[in-house]
C-alpha cells in the first residue's frame, strides 16, 4: 500500500509540474503575441494611444503629419512627452497652434521624424563609430547629433537645443518612436 501511495503521489506531483511548465508557456506564447499586435499598428494609430503622447499625437494631425506617420516606409520619431510640451510658454503653444503658423508648426515638428529605422542600438552603434557623437537628418532637413551623457542618450539640434530620450525602442509597423523631454524649437522657426 505504501508503494501504491508514493507512486500516485509522484504521478500527482509531476501532472502539477506538467500543468504549470504549460501554463508558462502559454503566459509567455500570450506575451509574444501582444508584442507582435503591438507592431501591425502605424506610429501615428500608436501615439493615439499613449495617454503621454497625446499633446504630440494633437500636433501631428494639426500639422497633416499624420498622413505621412501612416505610410508604410520605415520612420524614426522622436516624439516629445506631454510633460516636454509644459515646458513651452502658453505663448509658444498659442503660436504654434495659430493656424496661420500651420506650415512652421509642420517643420518644427518635422524636426523630431528621421526617415529610416534608427532602434536606440543603432544610435549608439553610430555614435560608436563616431567616436562618441553620430549625425543623422531629419525629413526637415536639419542634422540632430547624438552623444551620451552618462547612460542617457542626448539629442541636439542645430541652435543647441538638447533632449534625452526618456523611453526608447517602441516598435510600430512602419518604425520607431523613442520619447524624448524637450521640444526641438529651432530659433529661426519662430
Same mark, same amino acid.
Request: hydrophobic share 45%; charged share 20%; net charge positive.
Given at each position: ?12 506531483? &509531476? &501532472?502539477?509540474?506538467? $500543468?504549470? %511548465?504549460?501554463? +508558462? ?8 503575441? /501582444?508584442? @507582435? #499586435?503591438?507592431?501591425?499598428? #502605424? ?15 494633437? /500636433?501631428?494631425?494639426?500639422? *497633416?503629419?499624420?498622413?505621412?506617420? @501612416? =505610410?508604410?516606409?520605415?520612420? $524614426?520619431? &522622436?516624439?516629445?512627452?506631454?510633460? @516636454?510640451?509644459?515646458?513651452? #510658454? ?6 504654434? =497652434?495659430?493656424? !496661420? ?9 518635422? =524636426? ?7 532602434? /536606440? #542600438?543603432?544610435?549608439? +552603434? %553610430?555614435?560608436? +563609430? ?5 549625425? &543623422? ?5 536639419? !542634422?540632430?547629433? %547624438? ?20 523611453? %526608447?525602442?517602441?516598435?510600430?509597423? *512602419? ?6 523631454? @524637450?521640444?526641438?524649437?529651432?530659433? +529661426?522657426?519662430?
Amino acid at each position: 500500500m505504501k508503494k501504491w501511495t508514493s507512486l500516485v503521489s509522484l504521478c500527482v506531483l &509531476f &501532472f502539477g509540474l506538467q $500543468t504549470k %511548465a504549460q501554463d +508558462r508557456i502559454e503566459t509567455s506564447l500570450q506575451k509574444v503575441l /501582444a508584442q @507582435a #499586435s503591438a507592431t501591425e499598428i #502605424s506610429i501615428i494609430e500608436r501615439t493615439a494611444t499613449f495617454e503621454n503622447q497625446s499633446t504630440w499625437h494633437s /500636433a501631428l494631425i494639426a500639422a *497633416n503629419l499624420d498622413k505621412v506617420l @501612416a =505610410y508604410k516606409g520605415k520612420f $524614426t520619431v &522622436f516624439a516629445p512627452s506631454n510633460q @516636454a510640451f509644459e515646458k513651452l #510658454s502658453p505663448l509658444t503653444i498659442t503660436k504654434l =497652434y495659430d493656424p !496661420k503658423n500651420k506650415k512652421v508648426l509642420k517643420a518644427i515638428l518635422s =524636426y523630431h521624424i528621421i526617415a529610416g529605422k534608427l532602434s /536606440a #542600438s543603432t544610435i549608439l +552603434r %553610430a555614435m560608436s +563609430r563616431g567616436k562618441g557623437s553620430a549625425k &543623422f537628418t531629419t525629413i526637415q532637413g536639419e !542634422k540632430i547629433t %547624438a552623444t551620451m551623457n552618462g547612460i542617457d542618450i542626448v539629442l541636439t539640434d542645430k541652435a543647441g537645443n538638447k533632449a534625452i530620450i526618456v523611453t %526608447a525602442d517602441s516598435n510600430q509597423s *512602419n518604425g520607431i518612436i523613442h520619447e524624448i523631454d @524637450a521640444v526641438f524649437l529651432p530659433k +529661426r522657426m519662430l
